[in-house]
């Protein structure tokens, strides 16, 4: 029971760019699940945003959509903004 209520202060931030298509998707996907609540959406914010992102994060998770990029300019910016590992 104890840890169902901690399971109950995660809220999983999704941030990045997309297209507005596949942003309507994916907030339709969030509500269908009654996910709501837990998952926020914060698409194609300002450049000047990201700092604070990544400070704000407990922790981060690079999703990569290219083979090509193993480790990203995304892990070296959240680690520069006080990420943990």
């Known amino acids: ?37 837990r998952i926020l959406l914060f698409p194609n914010f300002a450049p000047e945003v990201k700092q604070k992102l990544y400070q704000a994060s407990d922790f981060y998770l690079s999703i990569i ?9 995304t892990v070296l910016e959240a680690m520069a903004s006080g990420c943990r590992w």
């Open 1 to 37: 029971m104890e840890s169902q209520k901690e399971l109950g202060k995660i809220i999983l931030l999704i941030a990045g760019g997309g297209q507005s298509s596949d942003v309507t998707l994916l907030e339709s996907m969030v509500n269908q699940m009654g996910l709501k609540k």
């Open 65 to 73: 959509d290219n083979f090509q990029e193993t480790f990203g300019l």
